[in-house]
């Protein structure tokens, strides 16, 4: 519950009015609204040549890596990173998916998601519109499934950057978390 908790007081920062969103002035080249500060740090983002019209940040921290002492204890709020990017995709959470040879992976292969494991994995993406049609859009958190054994935050068919592109009117946040026996023993 408390990683939750953590969770939406950072996205939070990324949802609050245009005002608090400021442009550092050594990056005055990049479209204004790419640096933001939150409560654990200022994080810059992107805009790709895919979808110019979506403002992305990705890899934000929401949580202390649950490592070493802290593996099996209450999740504990990210630290302050001080000026970070956010414009790569963090690893994914330890999965629990097999060798990924079966015919259900030869047959479906955009379902497999290839990216690194690591027990670093707290991290949210963000896509936001670079022009919304209202002043406040609603947020839309998305919750990866995978039957406690797999999940991810940007599995290549649920990346919704072209959605936010053509529509405009929303934020769509993903978010990792761990989906096996390292959270949940009985999965």
């Not at 479209?31 to 500060?37: C, D, E, M």
């Not at 068919?157 to 026996?181: G, L, N």
Request: aromatic content about 10%.
């Amino acid at each position: 519950m408390r990683a939750h908790v953590i969770a939406l007081s950072l996205l939070s920062a990324f949802t609050a009015d245009a005002a608090t969103v400021r442009e550092d002035s050594h990056e005055r080249a990049k479209p204004p609204g790419l640096t933001v500060k939150t409560t654990s740090g200022t994080f810059t983002g992107l805009v790709n040549s895919t979808t110019p019209n979506v403002r992305q940040w990705l890899g934000v921290p929401y949580g202390r890596p649950p490592l070493g002492s802290l593996r099996f204890m209450p999740p504990e709020k990210a630290p302050n990173y001080g000026a970070a990017d956010a414009k790569a995709y963090k690893p994914i959470c330890h999965q629990n998916s097999g060798n990924k040879s079966s015919l259900y992976w030869q047959l479906l292969p955009e379902y497999l998601n290839r990216d690194p494991e690591s027990e670093d994995c707290l991290y949210l993406n963000i896509w936001a519109p670079r022009q919304p049609r209202e002043k406040r859009v609603p947020v839309i958190i998305w919750v990866s499934g995978g039957g406690f054994k797999e999940g991810g935050g940007h599995a290549l068919y649920q990346v919704p950057d072209q959605w936010v592109q053509r529509m405009q009117t929303h934020i769509v946040v993903t978010f990792k978390y761990e989906p096996t026996y390292l959270t949940y023993p009985c999965s």
